[in-house]
Structure formats: C-alpha cells, structure tokens
C-alpha cells in the first residue's frame, strides 16, 4: 500500500510525543494505533482488529519471540548476579584497577568492541558488566548507554565477522545479480568500509570524548551532575528499565569470579553457538559460519547455559541459598517487562510504517540525481531517514540498496560509496532513533531512562553524521574514500574540541 505523505505520521507522532511526554510506551503505541487508522481508511473498529493482530504478530514472530526470550533470561542472569554480589565484589576490585573516571570510560569502549559480533548482544551484555564501575567513578548512565550504544550497530557494520556482515553482503549480491554485473559482494563490502564515514566516525568519536572528557550539549549536564553530586541516574529510578534489579540485597560473601564466571560462559557459549549454527563443524569457514549463524538461537542457548553455570557455581558454595538464587532470576526476569513492551510496540510501528509503503515513499521522492557526485551523499541522507522514522538498519538496507545500487550503475558513481553510504544511513537513523530496538537495548543494559539517553546521544550522532554527509560529497567526487576519510576525522577532532571548550566555558 503508498499512502504517500500520510505514511510519515505513524514514527513523527511516536517520536515527537517521546520527546515531549517522555512516555515512550504511551507515545509508541498511540503511533501504531494511528498508523492503523491510515491503513485501514479511518476505520477505528477494523483498526483497533488490526492493532490486536499486529501486536500478537510481532510477539510470535520466531525471530522476535527469540530476542524476547533473549531478554527476559538476560534479565534473570543480571538479577542472580546482583544476589551473588559479583556486581559490587566487581566494582571494588575495579576501583582498585581502575583508577579514573577516564579509565571507567575506556573500559566501557573497549567492552563494546570486544563484543562486536552481535548488537543486541553487546548492547545487553557490555552495559550490565561495565555499570559498577562507571558508577564507582561517577560517570553518569547517559554517558554509558551511549558508549555501549555507538560500538554496537556502528561496528557490526564495518566488521566482516559479525552477525551482520552475511545480511548486508547478501543484499549486495542480489543487487549485482540482477544487474548482471560479475563482482564480488565480499570485496564490494570490503571497500565499502572506508565508506562508511558515520560508523567510522561515530566510533573514534567516542573514543575522542572516552579519552578526553570533553563534552557538550545534554550530555555534559549529565557529566558534571554525576560527578558533583553522585547522581549517575537522572530523572526518577522507577521509569528506569532494570533498575529494579540494583534494588536486590546483594551477598555479603560475593568474589569477583561471581561475576565473571557467567558473563564468560555467557560469550563463550554465544560464540560457540554462532559458529555451530553457522555451519562450522559441517565444513564452513569461521567467516561463512560467523555469516549464516542463527544468532537469536545461540543467544538463547547461551543465556540458558550461563543461567545452569551460575546455579552450579553460587548454589552448592552457599554464597546465594536456593530461595535467593530464584528471587534474583525472577526479579530480573520482571525487570525487563518494560523494555519487553517497547521493544514490541517499536517493532509493531515497523510494521505499519512498511504497510504504508514509507520506505518506498521516501525513497522515491528523491528522484533521479544526475550528477554522480552527489549519489552517496544523498543515498546517506535518504537512508537516514527511514532509519530514524523506522527504527530499523537492517529494513533500511533492504529498502535502499535496489535504489542505491542501480543509480550508480547509472549514473557511473562509485558503488562501494553508494553500499557504504546506504549502511552508514541506516546505523545513523537506526543510532539515534528512540523506536530503535538498539537504543531501547541501550538504554536497558545501562538502567538509563530511555529518553535521557537518547536526548543526550543525539548531538553526538548529529554531529558525526554532519560530518559524514560531507566527507560522501568529497568521496563522491574522489570516487576514493581515503582522503575524504582524514577529512573527516580531522575536521570531527576539531569541531569536538571546540564544542567541548564553548560547553566548558559556558559552565565555568
């Protein structure tokens, strides 16, 4: 169905009603239910049949049923570690090791791209381990949340072996198949890379501000609340996703082992179950394996063998009784409801919005562009939109990648600029979006109030995709990414440290 202008409705009243009402769960579904009435010509008897038949779709979805299921034992996982008192035995041991706030922030980076095999697993996982010692040194939650958010997506992206790579590599191929065009999709991802200026950018970015300190905007009055005051957590506790679980009375004979005897099964398990799934010990490469892995199922299989690990290991040595080993999983379990009900309704206005044919109607506005030059830089744009009103990266790829391939073939522009301005588009939107199943898994492992956090990430993602638009303006014309990538950066180092400054100098 093209419902013309009239599918931009459903994400601008879901986002614009996030910002302002700060009810995400409220604002999500009222973009839904209005979407429907679109869809279903004003009809608010048919439309209310279908919110019902949608809901239930994307909860029943195998895929989605899996990442939920994901979730809730994740959450249960995070609740006995709590009991164990692995997470405070952590966070002492790592003031010890871990001397600044500087060093607190690093380790958060660090623990993001050590993860980098899978988004919602680093999301989940990166936050939960690294959250005592970001506390320990008053480095508030916002700044965690993004520091785990911007080295998950943004790296899936420019790492061939991620969970991600077979996706985008696929949609690549189908694209030269059709066109008859003899390439390679590994080498053409390969050479998209260093056209993926956001991904690039977004990361050193963080590094930049991990490294220095220097930050502006919304997330600067964070920093100095939580390094004044103490208040790493802005806004009111109860609307915090898993903050429950920190409310849990933690043993008092809890070993940083506690901690890290799960969290290690828990990523051995999950890259152990990538590789099986994928093919691995049925004669596939690591790569092939890595690329056709079903990772939902091997995030399951992990978090079950991490939950029997950590039974084994707290239980007969009586640091946590029986009672207390339930108490936390169920209390964990409960804590992620929320972020359950987001993560369906986020995944529910997908639905409509594509039912609306938004994606194709974004995409087709555009037009024909004549001059070669300006395909990526456009393409970049383009994507970037319908990731942010979608929420989505991987619905980006599939939408914009039969638009961006064949306009280079046509227009003779480079094609890994245009793949690599199609995923830098998509993680952008999908980055910042606050109906993007990332953000909300963000959030979730940093028990940061959604909405801080994307309030305090946006300036940030704005400003390295400004910077990015431009640098696909000069690769464009270069048909070369290099020079355009030092651009980039350099001129990204500079207008940080001049933000940075103007932020400092404001509150001094």
């Given amino acids: 169905m093209e419902s013309g202008i009239l599918s ?5 009243i879901a986002i614009t009603l996030c910002i302002v009402t700060r009810q995400v769960i409220l604002s999500l579904f009222l973009g839904v239910a209005s979407g429907l009435l679109i869809y279903t010509g004003g009809s608010p008897i048919v439309a209310f049949r279908e919110l019902t038949e949608v809901l239930v779709a994307q909860t029943v979805d195998d895929w989605n049923a899996r990442v939920i299921l994901f979730t809730v034992l994740l959450g249960g996982i995070t609740g006995i570690v709590q009991v164990s008192g692995g997470f405070q035995a952590f966070g002492a041991w790592a003031g010890r090791v871990v001397r600044s706030a500087r060093g607190a922030r690093l380790t958060a980076w660090f623990a993001g791209l050590i993860l980098f095999f899978d988004d919602y697993f680093d999301c989940l996982t990166s936050g939960s381990v690294v959250r005592p010692i970001t506390d320990e040194f008053r480095v508030s939650r916002e700044k965690l949340a993004y520091l785990v958010d911007v080295t998950a997506a943004p790296i899936c992206t420019v790492i061939p072996l991620s969970t991600w790579a077979a996706y985008m590599m696929g949609l690549v191929a189908s694209e030269f198949s059709k066109a008859g065009v003899d390439a390679s999709p590994f080498a053409t991802f390969l050479a998209s890379i260093p056209f993926n200026f956001y991904a690039l950018a977004a990361v050193l970015l963080a590094l930049f501000i991990a490294v220095t300190g220097r930050d502006f905007g919304p997330m600067a ?14 806004g009111d506790p ?3 996703t898993g903050q429950d679980i920190l409310m849990l009375k933690p043993s008092a004979q809890g070993k940083v082992s506690d901690l890290f005897v799960p969290i290690v099964t828990l990523v051995v398990a999950m890259l152990i179950g990538l590789l099986y799934t994928g093919g691995l010990f049925e004669g596939a490469t690591v790569m092939e394996a890595i690329g056709d892995a079903d990772a939902a199922t091997a995030m399951i299989w992990a978090t079950i063998l991490a939950a029997i690990v950590a039974f084994i290991w707290y239980v007969p040595r009586r640091v946590v ?4 080993f339930m108490r936390g999983f169920v209390q964990g379990f409960k804590a992620m409801i929320p972020a359950l009900a987001i993560l369906v309704l986020a995944w529910s206005i997908g ?19 004549i001059v070669p030059w300006l395909v990526p830089m456009l393409v970049f744009v383009v994507s970037s939109l319908i990731a942010f009103s979608t929420g989505t990266s991987w619905g980006t790829f599939a939408i914009m990648m039969p638009v961006a391939m064949p306009l280079a073939f046509a227009t003779g522009a480079a094609v890994p600029a245009a793949v690599g301005a199609v995923f830098a588009g998509g993680v952008f939107g999908d980055h910042c979006s606050p109906i993007s199943d990332t953000t909300i898994l963000s959030s979730t492992g940093s028990s940061c109030n959604h909405i801080d956090h994307v309030y305090t990430q946006l300036p940030y993602a704005l400003l390295a995709a400004g910077i990015a638009a431009v ?19 350099a001129a990204l180092a500079l207008v940080t440290t001049w933000l940075s400054k103007a932020a400092a100098a404001k509150s001094g």
């Fill in 8 to 12: 931009l409705l459903p994400p601008l």
């Fill in 471 to 489: 640098g696909f303006i000069v690769g464009g014309l270069l048909k070369s990414p290099w020079l355009a990538l030092v651009l980039t950066l």
């Fill in 238 to 240: 109860a609307e915090v």
């Fill in 321 to 324: 009784t029986l009672a207390d």
């Fill in 351 to 369: 639905d409509v919005t594509d039912r609306l044919g938004l994606g194709e109607y974004v995409a087709n506005t555009v037009g024909q562009v």
């Fill in 221 to 234: 009055r964070a920093e100095h609340r939580a390094r004044t005051t103490g208040a790493v957590l802005g």
